[in-house]
């Protein structure tokens, strides 16, 4: 069961008293939450309770083993983080989940070095999306490699040093962020099945002078 967390409550940790020449970081932080005002402290003890309330798998653990890429997770109990892992990514295929996992890994990696965190920050934009099939876990980690790409080329944009190098960045920039929007287009037309409502409102004035007021809606069948 999710344990509750009452809005009223500090939302603090058990810390023994101290003076305050010795207080830890921990002591100044839950003494700043006790002192908020009770709007912000009840949007933190909410903030609190939904991330208690989230089942999700835990973080990706990559490490290099002999030239061999390692994929772990951050769990003693291997068997449900991977059911929690291919819940996240929204799959039942065993062989989609490891296929998916090890391209987000190899994000994470390059030649000997090991970011999991970057594979961990594409990992979660799949998580937030909620895909509901394979089709989308790819669109997904499509959209999450294509904002890391946007942003590490942003970072590069800031520190160019020649025009040259300015133009290039700025073309690939465009190229990328253009890219994710279109990405998230085509997710938005697939979950609706490519279908499109269009409403036009008109207005009608008979011979009597009383206007009336309608909505025509285009269709398969046209204008009604």
């Known amino acids: 069961m999710t344990p509750e967390i ?3 409550k500090p939302i603090r940790k058990e810390l023994p008293d ?13 003494e700043a939450i ?3 005002p009770k709007e912000k402290h009840d949007r933190l003890a909410q ?8 089942d999700v798998a835990p973080s990706m653990k990559l490490e290099m ?7 772990g997770l951050e769990s003693d109990d291997l068997a449900t983080a ?3 892992q291919m819940a996240d990514i929204g799959t039942r295929d065993q062989d989609f989940h490891a296929g998916l996992v090890g391209q987000i890994a190899c994000l994470g990696s390059h030649k000997r070095n090991i970011d999991s965190a970057n594979s961990n920050f594409v990992m979660a934009v799949v998580r937030s999306i909620e895909p509901r099939d394979e089709l989308e876990a790819m669109l997904a980690t499509q959209m999450g490699a294509i904002h ?13 040093n020649t025009i040259p190098q300015q133009d290039s960045a700025e073309r690939t920039l465009n190229k990328l962020a253009r890219t994710f929007t279109t990405q ?17 409102e008109h207005v009608t004035v008979n011979s009597g002078g009383q206007a009336i007021v309608g909505a025509v809606q285009t269709g398969g069948g046209g204008c009604k």
């Open 184 to 200: 998230m287009d085509a997710l938005k037309r697939y979950r609706t099945g490519g279908q499109q409502k269009v409403t036009v």
């Open 18 to 30: 101290m003076a305050n020449d010795e207080l830890t970081d921990d002591a100044r932080l839950n």
């Open 47 to 54: 903030i609190a309770k939904d991330m208690l309330a989230r």
């Open 82 to 84: 991977t059911l929690l």
């Open 34 to 36: 006790d002192k908020l």
């Open 148 to 160: 890391a790409a946007t942003m590490m080329m942003a970072r590069k944009l800031n520190h160019v």
């Open 65 to 71: 083993k002999d030239d061999v890429l390692s994929i």
């Open 6 to 8: 009452e809005p009223t």
